[in-house]
C-alpha cells in the first residue's frame, strides 16, 4: 500500500474497463484520481466509489480544446498532474475491404489522435515535476489481424508514438517517463460487446480463451496492477518500453 501517495493521475475511459480497475488500483495505493469520460455520470459512479479525493469530468479525447481544459481542471483542483493513463479506445473488427473510411477516421480519432493529444498536454502538464505517461496500446499494435484494420494501425501508431515521446523528455530532461502497455483479449466492456455480438457467445468465448496459451481471457485487475508498476517511483529507470500483458500470446 502507499506506492503511489502523493501522487495525482488522470485517466481517460475512466468509466469503465481497463481505466476503471486502474482508477481502483491507483486510489488504493494513496493516489488522488481524476476520471475523464464520455460518460460523465459514469466517470461520476466510478469516482463516487473511490476513498481518497476524486474529480469527474466529462472528455472528448479527440478534441484539443477539451484537452486543454481537463488538465487545467486537474491541475486547478490538485495543484499538479504526476501521472495520465491514455486509456479511452474503441475496437473494429473489420477487412481492408469492409472498413469504411469514416469508421477508419472513427477508430484513428480516439485511439492515435486522442492518445496524440494526451502525451502533448500530458507532457505541458507535467514538465513542473516530472511524471509519468501509460499509453494504452494492445498485442494489436504488435502483431497483424485479418479483420482489424482500423484498430492494428491505431495500436501500432501508439506504440511508436510512445517512443518519441519518451525520448523527447529524456532528451529535454523533463523527468517524464513514457510507455506503452500491450493486453491481449480482457474481460472489458469491448471484449464483452465483440462476444455477445455473435449468436453463439459462449462458443466465441471459448474460442478467444483458446488462442491464450494458459487458457483463459485475462482480468482487467490484472492490467491495473502492471500499470500500477509504471506509475509509481519503481519504474523509474523505465521509459520508451512496450509492456506486454497476454497470457503468452505473441510468444
Known amino acids: 500500500m502507499g506506492r503511489l ?6 485517466i481517460t475511459g475512466g468509466a469503465s474497463g481497463i481505466g ?3 482508477a481502483e488500483r491507483f486510489a488504493e495505493e494513496g493516489a ?7 460518460d460523465l455520470d459514469g466517470a461520476q459512479q466510478v469516482a463516487d466509489s473511490l476513498a481518497g479525493e476524486t474529480l469527474a469530468l466529462a472528455h472528448d479525447v479527440t478534441d484539443e480544446d477539451a484537452w486543454i481544459g481537463v488538465t487545467k481542471a486537474v491541475t486547478d483542483h490538485f495543484g499538479r ?4 493513463l491514455n486509456s479511452a479506445g474503441v475496437g473494429d473488427s473489420t477487412t481492408v475491404e469492409e472498413t469504411t473510411y469514416a469508421d477508419w477516421k472513427r477508430v484513428m480519432a480516439i485511439n492515435a489522435d486522442g ?3 494526451g502525451c502533448k498536454h500530458g507532457v505541458i502538464a507535467m514538465k513542473p515535476n516530472g511524471g509519468s505517461i501509460i499509453n494504452m496500446s494492445s498485442v494489436s499494435g504488435l502483431i497483424g489481424g485479418h479483420n482489424m484494420c482500423a484498430y492494428n494501425a491505431s495500436k501500432g501508431a501508439v506504440r511508436l508514438l510512445t517512443k518519441s515521446v519518451a525520448l523527447h523528455c529524456a532528451n529535454e530532461d523533463y523527468g517524464i517517463r513514457c510507455n506503452s502497455v500491450h493486453p491481449a483479449f480482457i474481460m472489458t466492456p469491448m471484449v464483452e460487446g465483440l462476444i455477445s455480438r455473435h449468436k453463439f457467445p459462449d462458443v466465441v468465448k471459448g474460442k478467444l480463451a483458446r488462442q491464450i496459451p494458459v487458457g483463459r481471457i485475462g482480468e482487467a485487475h490484472e492490467v491495473a496492477d502492471m500499470i500500477v508498476y509504471l506509475a509509481s517511483d519503481e519504474s523509474r529507470f523505465v521509459t520508451g518500453a512496450e509492456f506486454v ?6 510468444a
Open 81 to 84: 498532474l504526476d501521472i495520465l
Open 115 to 117: 492518445t496524440f493529444l
Open 20 to 22: 476503471k480497475s486502474t
Open 245 to 250: 500483458i497476454d497470457g503468452g500470446l505473441t
Open 32 to 38: 488522488r484520481v481524476a476520471l475523464s469520460d464520455l
Open 5 to 10: 501517495d502523493g501522487k495525482v493521475a488522470l
